[in-house]
Every structure is written in structure tokens, then in C-alpha cells.
């Protein structure tokens, strides 16, 4: 199983909402990461976990909060978005620092 | 200031043909490399890898070169395919076993039947 999977696919809500994204991943990968993508630019890292614990923080707001229950699932809790934070949020994961594995991502619309 | 560089924001190919997409990079701490193709929708899926001990790395129609003299890789895809359409980014990490990946901007190739 090489797959990384995410949930929802797509996410509407407002700016007062609290709400979560999901990641899973059954590789046996160290390594977790937050990405985010706006329209016809790159990926950018938000946050990386390896062995479970937070390791980098791109100096993302507070208003993003990951969190690692276990190996295996990654969370990105959500609360008083703007608009601009409207993105593709992508979950990778990996085994050595290099390469890593994406899930298909979920759009997020911020109204 | 950005890091990894893809000067080319698309390139059209003929089926068949070879397509060559380039990315050059600024920081001399990178020492391993690797290309990523993201369909519309989907999230980018790993392609192939180099290593900056290495100056060439193949992997069946795909094939990664690096110059490391000109801070500078390729990625030829011999031969093209249309399903070979996607956008393709370049992404780069430093020594000391970083977890972080530097990405170009991406490069959209369509290939032509």
C-alpha cells in the first residue's frame, strides 16, 4: 500500500467555523508533513512530524493547528480562517528525509 | 529569493519526441534532488531522484541529469507520451538529512498526439 490518503476532498466554511483535515498513511513512514498550495504555485511546507513529534514549524498562524495522534494519521485542525487562506492542503509522508509521498489533497474554500 | 528554479512555465512536445525540462537551484547545500508530476486535482507523485554524488540517475523513459558545476538538473522523458501531460516540479533538500523540500514554481508539459 503506497497510498496517502486524505479527507475531505473538498471544504467549504466560514470564517467562524472550526473544522479538520484528515491524513492517513499505512507505509510505516517516520516522517508527516502539511502542505500548502495556492493555484499555479509550488507546494510550501507548513509542518513536518517525525516519529509523531512536531519538528518543523514554517512559521505557520495559530490559526493552523496540526496534530499527530499516532504513526499513522495526521491532523490539521482549523479555526478562524481568512480568505486567503482558501488552498489546495496537501498531506505527504516519507520513510528517508527526501522522498516523499502525497495524497491527493483537500480544496479548501474559505467564505 | 527563490532557490530552486524553472525558468520554463510550459513546453509543448510532439508523441514520441524527447521532452527536456531544466531547474537550476542557488543554494550549494542541496544534495539531493527530485522531479514531481501533478495532474490537475491530484496531489504531485514522486517521479525519480538524484543524489549530488551521482550525475545521472535513469529510471525506463525517465531519465535525471545534474550538473552540479552549473547548479543545474534536467529531466528527459524519452519517448513522450500524452499521458505524460502534467505539470512537473523540481524540488531540492540540503545536507544533514533535512525533511525539507525546496520547490520550483513547475513547469506544464503538454505532449501532442
Known amino acids: 500500500d503506497t497510498e496517502v490518503t486524505q479527507t475531505p476532498k473538498h471544504l467549504v466554511m466560514g470564517m467562524t467555523n472550526k473544522k479538520s483535515l484528515k491524513c492517513e498513511q499505512h507505509?510505516?513512514?517516520?516522517?508527516m508533513y502539511w502542505y500548502k498550495q495556492k493555484a499555479k504555485k509550488p507546494p510550501e511546507l507548513m509542518f513536518v512530524?517525525?516519529?509523531?513529534?512536531?519538528?518543523i514549524n514554517e512559521s505557520v498562524p495559530s490559526r493552523f493547528s496540526p496534530e499527530c495522534p499516532n504513526s499513522s494519521l495526521l491532523n490539521l485542525h482549523l479555526h478562524a480562517l481568512q480568505p486567503e487562506d482558501s488552498a489546495l492542503y496537501l498531506c505527504?509522508?516519507?520513510?528517508?528525509?527526501?522522498?516523499?509521498?502525497f495524497g491527493p489533497g483537500t480544496r479548501l474554500t474559505v467564505t | 529569493d527563490q532557490q530552486v528554479k524553472q525558468n520554463s512555465p510550459s513546453l509543448s512536445v510532439q508523441e514520441g519526441r524527447i521532452s527536456i525540462l531544466n531547474c537550476d537551484y542557488t543554494?550549494?547545500?542541496?544534495?539531493?534532488f527530485l522531479w514531481y508530476k501533478k495532474y490537475p486535482a491530484e496531489g504531485p507523485t514522486f517521479l525519480i531522484s538524484?543524489?549530488?554524488?551521482?550525475d545521472k540517475n535513469e529510471d525506463g523513459r525517465f531519465t535525471v541529469f545534474l550538473n552540479k558545476s552549473a547548479k543545474h538538473l534536467s529531466l528527459h522523458i524519452v519517448p513522450s507520451q500524452p499521458g505524460d501531460s502534467a505539470v512537473y516540479f523540481c524540488?531540492?533538500?540540503?545536507?544533514?538529512?533535512?525533511?525539507?523540500?525546496?520547490f520550483g514554481k513547475g513547469t506544464k508539459l503538454t505532449v501532442n498526439p
Open positions: 505527504a509522508s516519507s520513510q528517508t528525509p527526501h522522498e516523499q509521498y
Open positions: 507505509m510505516g513512514h517516520r516522517a
Open positions: 512530524y517525525s516519529y509523531e513529534k512536531l519538528s
Open positions: 543554494n550549494s547545500m542541496f544534495d539531493y
Open positions: 538524484i543524489s549530488s554524488i551521482k
Open positions: 524540488a531540492a533538500s540540503a545536507q544533514g538529512g533535512s525533511e525539507k523540500l525546496v
